[in-house]
C-alpha cells in the first residue's frame, strides 16, 4: 500500500496515481471512472484502451463431458465458444453443441470445419432479470396447472407437454444466471445492487427447482391418478410471494398467509404419498423464497 499526499492547486484537490498501475491499463491517456464511497473509500476504476472489450472465447477440447463444458462457458459469458476435434469424437461433439444450442438462449453453431466446431452467443446484454424471473413463474406454473390436469385424468400427453415446459424454464434459467454472473462481475455496479442480485441468482434458483418439482409432479401420471382440487390456492400463492420479492410491496404476511392455507389444504387432502410429497415440496420452496422478501 502506498500513501499519496493530496495537492491542492486552485480550487481543486489531486493525487498522483500509480505510474505502474497507469501503464499496465493503458491509461497514459485514458480515463477513469472515480466514484466516492462509505467510510473514506474512493472507488478509481480504469476507463483506458482496455475498455474497449474484445470478444471472451472458451476454447475446450473434445474429450470428456462437452455439454458441461459449453454450458460453464455460457455462464461465465463467454461470447465464442470453440470446440477443438479429435479423431473419433466429432459425432458426439456434434450432438452436444446441437443439444447446448438448443437448451442455451442466444447461442448459434456458427461455423463447422475439420478441427473445430464454434458456437457464438448473440443476446443483448441488457435483458431485465426481473422479467426474466417473472416468466420464469408464469411458465411453472402452467407447469403446475397441467401437472393437476394430468394427475386428475392419467393423461401422459398432458404430462410430456409440462416435461416440454420445464425445458423453457431452464432455458429461461440459464439466461438469468449468465445475465446476473455478468452484472455482478462488473466493476461498474454498486454493491447495494450487487446484494440485490444475488438475492435474484437465488430466486432463479428455487424457480428453476419449482419447474423440476411440477415435472416430477406431472410424471406421476403414468402410474397414478387421483382427484386433485384447489390448484388455485397454490398458484396464487406463488404468484404473492414472486411479486413480494420482486416488488417489495409490503405484502409479505399476506404472501405467509396464502402459503399456510395451501400448506393447510393440501396437507388434510386425501392424495397418494408421492402426489402429497411433491405438493408439500413445492411449498417448501416458496416458503424459502418468502424469506427473501
Known amino acids: 500500500m502506498e500513501v499519496k499526499r493530496v495537492i491542492r492547486i486552485g480550487g481543486s484537490y489531486y493525487v ?25 473509500v474512493l472507488r478509481v476504476r480504469a476507463l483506458g484502451q482496455k475498455e474497449r472489450k474484445e470478444p471472451s472465447i ?25 470446440i477443438s476435434l479429435e479423431e473419433g469424437c466429432r459425432e458426439s461433439a456434434l450432438q452436444a453443441a446441437l443439444k447446448a444450442q438448443n437448451l442455451l438462449v442466444g447461442l448459434e ?15 443483448r446484454e441488457d435483458y431485465s432479470v426481473e422479467s426474466l424471473l417473472y416468466r420464469m413463474n408464469a411458465v411453472s406454473i402452467s407447469m403446475l396447472e397441467k401437472a393437476f390436469q394430468a394427475l386428475s385424468r392419467g ?15 431452464d432455458r429461461l434459467y440459464f ?14 455496479t454498486p454493491p447495494e ?29 403414468s402410474r397414478t391418478r387421483c382427484e ?27 404472501a405467509r398467509n396464502a402459503l399456510r392455507k395451501a400448506r393447510e ?17 413445492a411449498l417448501d420452496l416458496l416458503e424459502d423464497l418468502a424469506d427473501l422478501a
Do not use: M
Open 228 to 254: 386433485l382440487s384447489r390448484v388455485e390456492l397454490l398458484e396464487d400463492a406463488q404468484r404473492l410471494v414472486l411479486r413480494e420479492v420482486l416488488e417489495g410491496r409490503g405484502r409479505t404476511e399476506e
Open 175 to 188: 439466461l438469468t444466471v449468465r445475465l446476473i454472473r455478468g452484472r455482478v462481475a462488473n466493476p461498474l
Open 155 to 169: 393423461d401422459e400427453e398432458v404430462a410430456d407437454e409440462v416435461r416440454a415446459l420445464d425445458d423453457r424454464v
Open 109 to 123: 453453431l456458427v461455423e463447422e470445419s475439420k478441427n473445430a466446431l464454434i458456437l457464438q452467443c448473440f443476446i
Open 58 to 82: 472458451a476454447r475446450i477440447s473434445c474429450g470428456g463431458e462437452v455439454l458441461r463444458k459449453i454450458l460453464s462457458a455460457y455462464l461465465k459469458g463467454c461470447e465464442v465458444i470453440e
Open 16 to 40: 498522483a496515481l500509480p505510474k505502474a498501475w497507469v501503464l499496465e491499463n493503458s491509461l497514459e491517456e485514458g480515463y477513469v471512472t472515480v466514484e466516492a464511497e462509505s467510510g473514506g
Open 193 to 221: 445492487e450487487r446484494v440485490r442480485l444475488v438475492d435474484l441468482r437465488l430466486t432463479a434458483k428455487h424457480l428453476e427447482d419449482l419447474g423440476d418439482t411440477y415435472e416430477s409432479l406431472a410424471s406421476l401420471a
Open 265 to 281: 389444504h393440501f396437507s388434510r387432502a386425501s392424495l397418494p404419498a408421492a402426489v402429497q410429497e411433491k405438493i408439500l415440496r
